[in-house]
């Protein structure tokens, strides 16, 4: 059984690296005059524009075919450049190539003629404009003009005062040639013809099951490819004129810089080989705007035709496009809108979703769910179903067959009871959102026995259970209060609050009340505790502890030293044994020398205020030929007998220092050879330059490497 939590939607967002290409038009409007003439191909132009997800993309643009005239190529911008005389209507197919992206969008035009009123005109004014036209009878011919044209209705006022004979003669013999093709039977043909296109596409699948927004946003998103803010899209009601009986619309502002055009809003309905979609929109679009429709890729060959004007009305409109996908290719999203004219505006959609042609509807609808449900003695039908109740109601304690009649009352009393509920049910299923899970529902067995029920879709608001058993709870946004949980298996988890744990584990740490977090092997452990960080030994590391924390009770510091933490290290070993490190510093990066700065080079330990307490050298006591390393410092010589050679190292970090003493007085007895191999040398008493030194006292002697002289600085002082 599936429980849904009430109240939930969806939101679809469109394919991240998704291509979407459009044109800053699609279409353009030329005028001709009576000779067919066509002039103004200075605004036949139009921009290519191609965006990988949300940011811009060049691509390679040709001229794939045109018709009726030529074009011509500059960056992204297609011309039409010329169009032979009596030219009705022509297009450019511009080919957009890139990466592996290869769509082709049409530019079209229409030449706007003086000659299509010749039927309309011919009819009202008749034999008059044979011999002469009066006044009368050219304010009657601009009144029909009005009606077809804005251009021709802009003029209708000067053909009214100046038009002469010979101007209504040349008119009369343009309307001769077109009366033939243009007749009222003809333009009803047209007319009830594409009507019967339009009612035929809408016999699809409808995809976006909430056109008149009742519930929601249908599917819908702000398309707006710059980002920003500057496109929103608001489920709104109370606007006036709104046609569609739920009473709310969506509300569509530009305060600012789009793209493509203006924004608008899409669905990113998936394309796929072969499908035909349709989409229908009722929109309050102002004049001075047009709608458009982009995509991202829907196949070789593909096309859209729109089967209503684009142009904005100023009041509620409707706007039909059909999307033709290709046979074979490259499949994405497409259905995204959006207006082009100057200027921020704000439009209207009461209506709008997508019709799948090439799919059957097979959900019913209210009405029909209506008509088929019945109820009567036997049993339920919905659909052609039957539901049998025949032997589904069983009564306890009949067998001393006491009160007979009233159990028997009692019975017919919750019959009567269960039929209303029915009742109810039936009124409820009209307002079902979710009918495809209706429908399936519809396809199964269910079963009432005594407090036994049996359903694959039960739709309530409140469940008050002693105990639920579910291999799947969808929740939505719920909240849940005072939840007790034996497992828990969580993907993701945002915790906002306490985490209280007295056993159990966190990755691979231990939670352990006594250490706290804790992470054990064969040989150690390392302790996450209040007090601080523990390493503790064990096996072949027994007697290795670590220990950093802030200072306690255990450690004999004054209230007159303030110690905020400790660094312990405790390991217990025999003399033989390597020394502990309590603190393992290793700095490098950086080269070269700045002697204008006081504290230049890879400080391992920086200290710009405070001082050292209890500072003790290492030393190394020597007595035999040596050469030092570089982490040794003070060094006492032993020997004291013979000669030995104290060699200094190679490979020292500026600032090296050593300081050695002997600790006998044995004159020529020690020495000191510098390393000679690298040219380095030594600078000592009397700014003399040496390669070796003997130390034939009880004196003190430092040295002082000097990286950037490559040299020995040599300091000799008393005993």
Known sequence: ?????????????????????????????????????????????????????????????????????????????????SVPNNTKSGYVDIKIVYSGFVKIERYTFTVVDYTIVKSYTQTIVGDQMTNYATKTTVDTLGKTVSGQSTTIQQNSKDI??????????????????????????????????????????????????????????????????????????????????NPNNSGYCLKIDNTGAASPGLGGFYFGTQTRAGAILVTRIIANIPIGYSINWASNAYGSGGSLKW??????????????CVVTCGASGTFSSANFFYLTGSGTVTWYVAYATVFDTTEVDATPT????????????????????????????????????????????????????AKNGLGTLTNSLKNLAYKSLVEQAMKEEGLISGAFLKMSLIDVKNVVAQGISAQKIDAGNATIKNLNVDT???????????????????????????????????????????????????????????????????????????CPSIFEVTRVGSASTRGNAGLYISVSGITGFNNSEPAYGNSALFI????????????????SNT???????????????????????????DGQTYQLKSSHFVNGDYAIALEQNHGTSMYWAGNSTTTSLNVNDGKTYTVVYDAYNNQWSLTISGY
């Open 1 to 81: 059984m599936t429980m849904l939590a009430q109240n939930t939607f969806t939101v679809k967002r469109a394919t991240k690296d998704g291509y979407s290409c459009s044109l800053s038009s699609y279409s353009v409007m030329l005028n001709a005059d009576f000779s067919g003439v066509i002039n103004g191909l200075s605004a036949a132009s139009t921009t290519v524009k191609l965006y990988q997800g949300s940011t811009a993309v060049t691509p390679v643009i040709s001229i794939d075919s045109t018709s009726n005239c030529s074009a011509g190529i500059s960056g992204l911008n297609v011309s039409i450049v």
């Open 160 to 241: 009214a005062l100046k038009a002469s004979q010979s101007d209504v003669t040349a008119l009369g013999n343009r309307m001769n040639t077109a009366e033939a093709s243009i007749t009222p039977d003809a333009i009803r043909l047209t007319v009830a013809q594409q009507t019967a296109n339009i009612a035929s596409y809408m016999r699809g699948k409808m995809l976006y099951r909430d056109p008149t927004f009742s519930s929601g946003n249908n599917g819908i998103n702000v398309y707006n490819n710059s980002g920003g803010g500057t496109v929103t899209v608001v489920r709104t009601s109370g606007i006036s004129g």
């Open 307 to 320: 089967l209503t004007s684009q142009l904005g009305t100023g009041t509620w409109t409707e706007y039909v």
């Open 366 to 417: 209210t009405d029909e769910i209506k008509a088929s449900f019945a109820i009567d003695a036997d049993g339920l039908s919905l659909f052609g179903k039957k539901i049998s109740l025949t032997g589904m109601v069983s009564f306890k304690s009949l067998s001393d067959y006491n009160d007979v009649d009233g159990r028997i009352k009692s019975a017919q009393d919750s019959a009567d009871s």
């Open 488 to 562: 828990v298996k969580m993907t993701n988890a945002d915790v906002t609050g306490s985490i209280t744990a007295t056993s159990g584990s966190i990755g691979m740490f231990s939670i352990n009340k006594l250490f706290g977090l804790s992470s054990a092997s064969s040989t150690s452990s390392l302790d996450l505790h209040a007090d601080g960080i523990s390493f503790r030994g064990s096996g072949a590391n027994a007697g290795s502890n670590v220990r950093l924390g802030p200072n306690s009770a255990d450690y004999p510091w004054t209230e007159d030293i303030l």
């Open 608 to 623: 710009p205020q405070g001082h050292i307490t209890g500072l003790r050298y290492n030393v190394r006591r020597l007595s």
């Open 627 to 653: 050469t030092l390393t570089t982490i040794d410092s003070y060094l006492i010589l032993t020997n004291n007998s013979g000669r030995i050679i104290i060699t200094l190292p190679y490979g020292c970090e």
